[in-house]
């Protein structure tokens, strides 16, 4: 008869684990060898192995990762130029030259698509980076040192959830024109709400535990607490929140640019082009399904990712 | 109750106040100034310029612009709009029953749909019902609301012709038949991403209600599935759903921009377009504090009724 106990960290110390389960950090096997427990593993590689089991969430995995390299490499798959012009053929119908048809001014629509694509991308991954980055900020301030500055920010995030942000941002850009800085930059600024409100209720809940006591009373700074202690429990939250983020931001911009206010026509993005393609919609459809149905299986894609992401990331469920 | 009611309104009102210290300050910081159409318009002399900018009390201390500015929002006065030369609030007014027409023909379709693709989608979870409106509930969410609006005119209105593009009458028309003619496709376009998103929150909501010990009783005692479901798990499965639609107001009022430019609607989101364009920035002030006001009250009716629905929530 052979005892077994395979060390890991105290049990309840989240500091390199995933949030939540405060099952004991230790297996006690007393039986014949052949039944010792396996070593332990991290919580990434578990939320791997059950990320992997989800069909929907590997092909969303598949597609978006086709799509970006195929943005990525548009300079070299695409046949021809952003702007280049085919003076004879314009609004011209699929054809052998123009697989998907040119646009008003004659340029092709495959490849301006591949092209709309990087800018498309870029401005989601943006926006949803920077709202993460001041979520994060907010969530960790106010659930961290709590007080009038927690009422404070929460009141701010009530009061920046009332606004109706399509009609704000859409007064801006006409107000002070866009760019695709701009409109990576104020899409992520109204985006972060909802992780801000995660953050700080995981924080509150999670200060009051022991092993924060435990780690303030030999000395360890605030800054550190937060870093190593607290942070690592919201990894999830912050993790299936920014991949949601890409998909939200992603439509965002292409309303904007639908409505002319977005990123301006002469860099293509797939919103933009549903916005030149409108007038001609009737006699060249694919102008306007084309981007619009790369749009929907973008989002659907990455939508499939984030929320196999939350499943495989959820400490609840089964490994 | 009625403290839990009093409670929340009076939540409410900091927050509406906020909003029109919000929309002042972003008054204020268009580029040249509230009058700056004036300002910019060369044929007016300095002495004309003075008068308007007395007039639109820009001559006053920030301050008092400011308290008049909400007083004035409190009594229903918005400004006069700079295209239309015409007090907001009116130009609001005249379009703004027609947004509401939209949107509640969006709300009834969307719950109805919702209620009954989740409800019988959890009837008989992974079966190919639940499947396929699971599936295509993810469709409806990526998709791009003005892209379906623009798929659905394509198809039915020019290609098919079995339902008028855009517009809300015939220019002959008048009828109750001819506004729902028209009604249809941006109903439908508006209504989409809450059938998409709410259906499968009412499928989960109702599958978690079926495995509830109650159901099992009622269903000993002998009722009927029917009566079981109607009587029971219908209530308790639409309770959350309340909540949901109140969250999700605000998305309406970005579909019905979307939405409204596309079919040309002539609504609230379609004025804010125009407005847009030609930067009339006391109507689209108007409209976004108007907006703002809309999702608070949204917010506070959601809230009210789910303490109608589920009274534990009030006893805090």
Same mark, same amino acid.
């Given at each position: 008869?052979?005892?077994?106990?395979?060390?890991?960290?105290?049990? +309840?110390?989240?500091?390199?684990?995933?949030?939540?389960?405060?099952?004991? +950090?230790?297996?006690?096997?007393?039986?014949?060898?052949?039944?010792?427990?396996?070593?332990?593993?991290?919580?990434?590689?578990?939320?791997?192995?059950?990320?992997?089991?989800?069909?929907?969430?590997?092909?969303?995995?598949?597609?978006?990762?086709?799509?970006?390299?195929?943005?990525?490499?548009?300079?070299?798959?695409?046949? =021809?130029?952003?702007?280049?012009?085919?003076?004879?053929?314009?609004?011209?119908?699929?054809?052998?030259?123009?697989?998907? &048809?040119?646009?008003?001014?004659?340029?092709?629509?495959?490849?301006?698509?591949?092209?709309?694509?990087?800018?498309?991308?870029?401005?989601?991954?943006?926006?949803?980076?920077?709202?993460?980055?001041?979520?994060?900020?907010?969530?960790?301030?106010? +659930?961290?040192?709590? +007080?009038?500055?927690?009422?404070?920010?929460?009141?701010?995030?009530?009061?920046?959830?009332?606004?109706?942000?399509?009609?704000?941002?859409?007064?801006?850009?006409?107000? =002070?024109?866009?760019?695709?800085?701009?409109?990576?930059?104020?899409?992520?600024?109204?985006?972060?709400?909802?992780?801000?409100?995660?953050?700080? &209720?995981?924080?509150?809940?999670?200060?009051?535990?022991?092993?924060?006591?435990?780690?303030?009373?030999?000395?360890?700074?605030?800054?550190?607490?937060?870093?190593?202690?607290?942070?690592?429990?919201?990894?999830?939250?912050?993790?299936?929140?920014?991949?949601?983020?890409?998909? =939200?931001?992603?439509?965002?911009?292409?309303?904007?640019?639908?409505?002319?206010?977005?990123?301006?026509?002469?860099?293509?993005?797939?919103?933009?082009?549903?916005?030149?393609?409108?007038? =001609?919609?009737?006699?060249?459809?694919?102008?306007?399904?084309?981007?619009?149905?790369?749009?929907?299986?973008?989002?659907?894609?990455?939508?499939?990712?984030?929320?196999?992401?939350?499943?495989?990331?959820?400490?609840?469920?089964?490994? | 109750?009625?403290?839990?009611?009093?409670?929340?309104?009076?939540?409410?009102?900091?927050?509406?106040?906020?909003?029109?210290?919000?929309?002042?300050?972003?008054?204020? %910081?268009?580029?040249?100034?509230?009058?700056? %159409?004036?300002?910019?318009?060369?044929?007016?002399?300095?002495?004309?310029?003075?008068?308007?900018?007395?007039?639109?009390?820009?001559?006053?201390?920030?301050?008092?612009?400011?308290?008049?500015?909400?007083?004035?929002?409190?009594?229903?006065?918005?400004?006069? #709009?700079?295209?239309?030369?015409?007090?907001?609030?009116?130009?609001?007014? /005249?379009?703004?029953?027609?947004?509401?027409?939209?949107?509640?023909?969006?709300? %009834?379709?969307? %719950?109805?749909?919702?209620?009954?693709?989740?409800?019988?989608?959890?009837?008989?979870?992974?079966?190919?019902?639940?499947?396929?409106?699971?599936?295509?509930?993810?469709?409806?969410?990526?998709?791009?609301?003005?892209?379906?609006?623009?798929?659905?005119?394509?198809?039915?209105?020019?290609?098919?012709?079995?339902?008028?593009?855009?517009?809300?009458? #015939?220019?002959?028309?008048?009828?109750?038949?001819?506004?729902?003619?028209?009604?249809?496709?941006?109903?439908?376009?508006?209504?989409?991403?809450?059938?998409?998103?709410?259906?499968?929150?009412?499928?989960?909501?109702?599958?978690?209600?079926?495995?509830?010990?109650?159901?099992?009783?009622?269903?000993?005692?002998?009722?009927? /599935?029917?009566?079981?479901?109607?009587?029971?798990?219908?209530?308790?499965?639409?309770?959350?759903?309340?909540?949901?639609?109140?969250?999700?107001?605000?998305?309406?009022?970005?579909?019905?921009?979307?939405?409204?430019?596309?079919?040309?609607?002539?609504?609230?989101?379609?004025?804010?377009?125009?407005?847009?364009?030609?930067?009339?920035?006391?109507?689209?002030?108007?409209?976004?504090?108007?907006?703002?006001?809309?999702?608070?009250?949204?917010?506070?009716?959601?809230?009210?009724?789910?303490?109608?629905?589920?009274?534990?929530?009030?006893? /805090?």
């Amino acid at each position: 008869m052979s005892l077994e106990v395979s060390a890991k960290s105290t049990p +309840g110390d989240p500091g390199n684990r995933l949030a939540g389960s405060a099952g004991p +950090g230790f297996t006690v096997n007393t039986v014949a060898p052949d039944l010792i427990a396996k070593p332990a593993r991290s919580p990434w590689s578990i939320a791997y192995s059950r990320f992997r089991r989800s069909k929907l969430a590997l092909f969303g995995m598949v597609i978006i990762t086709l799509m970006t390299l195929a943005t990525l490499f548009a300079g070299v798959i695409a046949p =021809y130029g952003e702007n280049e012009i085919d003076l004879f053929n314009i609004t011209a119908q699929p054809s052998e030259a123009h697989v998907l &048809g040119t646009d008003e001014l004659g340029r092709d629509e495959l490849s301006r698509l591949l092209f709309g694509g990087r800018i498309s991308l870029f401005v989601a991954v943006g926006a949803a980076l920077i709202s993460t980055l001041i979520g994060i900020v907010v969530g960790t301030v106010s +659930g961290f040192y709590g +007080g009038w500055i927690d009422t404070l920010l929460m009141r701010f995030v009530d009061l920046m959830l009332a606004f109706p942000a399509i009609f704000l941002l859409l007064i801006m850009f006409a107000m =002070y024109g866009s760019s695709v800085l701009s409109v990576v930059l104020f899409l992520g600024v109204f985006s972060w709400m909802w992780l801000a409100r995660v953050i700080r &209720g995981e924080f509150k809940s999670l200060k009051e535990r022991d092993f924060v006591e435990a780690a303030r009373s030999i000395g360890v700074p605030n800054g550190i607490i937060i870093r190593r202690h607290l942070l690592p429990n919201v990894m999830a939250a912050i993790i299936v929140s920014t991949t949601l983020n890409i998909a =939200y931001a992603m439509l965002s911009e292409a309303a904007l640019s639908f409505l002319g206010f977005g990123v301006p026509p002469e860099t293509p993005t797939w919103g933009n082009m549903l916005n030149t393609a409108r007038p =001609y919609y009737v006699t060249v459809p694919i102008l306007a399904i084309a981007p619009g149905l790369t749009l929907t299986i973008a989002v659907l894609a990455i939508s499939f990712v984030g929320d196999g992401m939350r499943d495989a990331l959820d400490p609840r469920g089964r490994s | 109750m009625l403290r839990y009611v009093a409670r929340r309104v009076l939540e409410s009102i900091p927050l509406l106040l906020g909003i029109a210290v919000l929309s002042f300050i972003f008054m204020q %910081l268009a580029p040249g100034g509230p009058d700056a %159409l004036f300002a910019r318009n060369g044929r007016m002399s300095a002495e004309q310029l003075a008068a308007i900018r007395r007039s639109m009390g820009l001559d006053r201390p920030p301050h008092e612009q400011l308290l008049a500015w909400i007083t004035n929002i409190f009594q229903g006065d918005l400004g006069v #709009s700079y295209s239309q030369f015409r007090p907001v609030s009116h130009v609001i007014a /005249e379009v703004f029953p027609n947004t509401v027409i939209l949107m509640a023909a969006g709300l %009834l379709i969307s %719950l109805v749909s919702a209620l009954v693709f989740g409800i019988l989608a959890a009837r008989r979870p992974y079966g190919i019902f639940d499947n396929v409106t699971s599936f295509l509930s993810y469709f409806g969410l990526a998709m791009p609301v003005f892209w379906f609006g623009l798929m659905l005119q394509l198809l039915f209105a020019v290609r098919l012709g079995w339902l008028p593009s855009a517009g809300m009458y #015939s220019p002959d028309g008048g009828s109750t038949q001819d506004l729902l003619r028209h009604l249809t496709l941006p109903a439908l376009t508006i209504a989409i991403g809450s059938i998409a998103g709410w259906s499968r929150y009412v499928r989960s909501s109702t599958l978690e209600q079926l495995s509830q010990d109650y159901v099992r009783s009622a269903r000993s005692k002998g009722l009927t /599935e029917r009566r079981v479901m109607t009587g029971h798990v219908l209530r308790n499965s639409l309770i959350p759903l309340v909540t949901v639609v109140g969250i999700d107001v605000p998305l309406y009022l970005t579909g019905a921009v979307l939405t409204e430019t596309v079919f040309s609607w002539p609504g609230m989101g379609r004025l804010f377009y125009d407005a847009l364009t030609v930067r009339d920035y006391p109507v689209l002030m108007g409209i976004l504090v108007l907006g703002a006001a809309l999702i608070i009250i949204g917010n506070l009716i959601a809230d009210l009724v789910y303490g109608l629905l589920d009274p534990r929530i009030t006893y /805090e």
